[in-house]
T-cell receptor, first 111, second 115 residues
Framework: SQQGEEDPQALSIQEGENATMNCSYKTSINNLQWYRQNSGRGLVHLILIRSNEREKHSGRLRVTLDTSKKSSSLLITASRAADTASYFC???????????FGAGTRLAVHP | GAVVSQHPSWVICKSGTSVKIECRSLDFQATTMFWYRQFPKQSLMLMATSNEGSKATYEQGVEKDKFLINHASLTLSTLTVTSAHPEDSSFYICSGWDRGIYEQYFGPGTRLTVT
């Protein structure tokens, strides 16, 4: 069964704007990861944040983690049309290798 | 990162036939491989976990006799969809777990269409 929910389910923005996606989960975790998936393609790993970390940056990506609220957010700054994709969070559900995916957010960035 | 390949990338089969999908870790040994299924506009649902040399562990609701998983070597796992039906049409994604660095790498997926 899926671990949690993502919010919003779909997001439509203009190029240059920031996009924020949220993820909630249900059980304790060791880490949380974010992935991107272009339509009909495989997953691209974006970033991993460990349970003892609160914020992490990678290029235009910023991830936060609040373990007390069991939630995480992914911020994409200065979005580009190429950022159009579905974004999923995934948690290890307390185990080290079994990933449970959230429902995903479909992001559309318009030129 | 490490590479996981899947073959075929897409397959069309007739209802009632069986289809085998291969998942290979190309530059690492995957002691554990995972199989996911993804329906259109939905998330990935874990189907089963397979450890090299042992029987796969299936998630609740996944029929083990319908989705046969074999993980005979550290670089190859196969998923066979037996007696496929149109409702089995989906995107099947595998991943390999590199225990050495605690990373999971995903294959590009296989799109199965059952007519």
């Amino acid at each position: 069964s899926q671990q949690g929910e993502e919010d919003p389910q779909a997001l439509s923005i203009q190029e240059g704007e920031n996009a924020t996606m949220n993820c909630s989960y249900k059980t304790s975790i060791n880490n949380l990861q974010w992935y991107r998936q272009n339509s009909g393609r495989g997953l691209v790993h974006l970033i991993l944040i460990r349970s003892n970390e609160r914020e992490k940056h990678s290029g235009r990506l910023r991830v936060t983690l609040d373990t007390s609220k069991k939630s995480s957010s992914l911020l994409i700054t200065a979005s580009r049309a190429a950022d159009t994709a579905s974004y999923f969070c995934a948690t290890d559900g307390g185990g080290y290798n079994k990933l449970i995916f959230g429902a995903g957010t479909r992001l559309a960035v318009h030129p | 990162g490490a590479v996981v390949s899947q073959h075929p990338s897409w397959v069309i089969c007739k209802s009632g036939t069986s289809v085998k999908i291969e998942c290979r870790s190309l530059d690492f040994q995957a002691t554990t491989m995972f199989w996911y299924r993804q329906f259109p506009k939905q998330s990935l649902m874990l189907m089963a976990t397979s450890n090299e040399g042992s029987k796969a562990t299936y998630e609740q609701g996944v029929e083990k006799d319908k989705f046969l998983i074999n993980h005979a070597s550290l670089t190859l796992s196969t998923l066979t969809v037996t007696s496929a039906h149109p409702e089995d049409s989906s995107f099947y994604i595998c991943s390999g777990w590199d225990r050495g660095i605690y990373e999971q790498y995903f294959g590009p997926g296989t799109r199965l269409t059952v007519t």
